[in-house]
Nanobody, 124 residues
Framework: QVQLVESGGGLVQAGGSLRLSCAAS??????????MAWFRQAPGKEREFVAA????????DYADSAKGRFTISRDNAKNTIVLQMNSLEPEGPAGYYC???????????????WGQGAQVTVSS
């Protein structure tokens, strides 16, 4: 069984920064075999892609809204990924979810494993 646990959410003012982390664990889980991603979901809306990273970290993909402001990274030795979010824009509470899927990066929500989410609110 695979567990993904997000941390680092909270309340921040517009223009500020937040750093989200996701720790992965599992008895038979080999982190370096999994592409990882971040998605966000606002209340009443569909979950949407934010950023993804390949198994080795040599490839990253971003939603247009995240390009130039967010950076996704991973540390395979620590089984963690990080989403650094800068120049945040006002938004109501939204859940940011860590996700993992074997081998190939995807920008759709066809990921095998999901965390419980970290709530982010950006005040104006």
């Amino acid at each position: 069984q695979v567990q993904l646990v997000e941390s680092g959410g909270g309340l921040v003012q517009a223009g500020g920064s937040l750093r989200l982390s996701c720790a992965a664990s599992g008895r038979t889980f080999t982190f370096s075999r999994y592409a990882m991603a971040w998605f966000r979901q606002a209340p009443g809306k569909e979950r949407e892609f934010v950023a993804a990273i390949s198994r080795s970290g040599d490839r990253t993909d971003y939603a247009d809204s995240a390009k130039g402001r967010f950076t996704i990274s991973r540390d395979n030795a620590k089984n963690t990924i990080v989403l650094q979010m800068n120049s945040l824009e006002p938004e109501g509470p939204a859940g940011y979810y860590c996700a993992g899927r074997p081998w190939i990066v995807s920008t759709s929500n066809d990921y095998s494993y999901w965390g419980q989410g970290a709530q982010v609110t950006v005040s104006s």
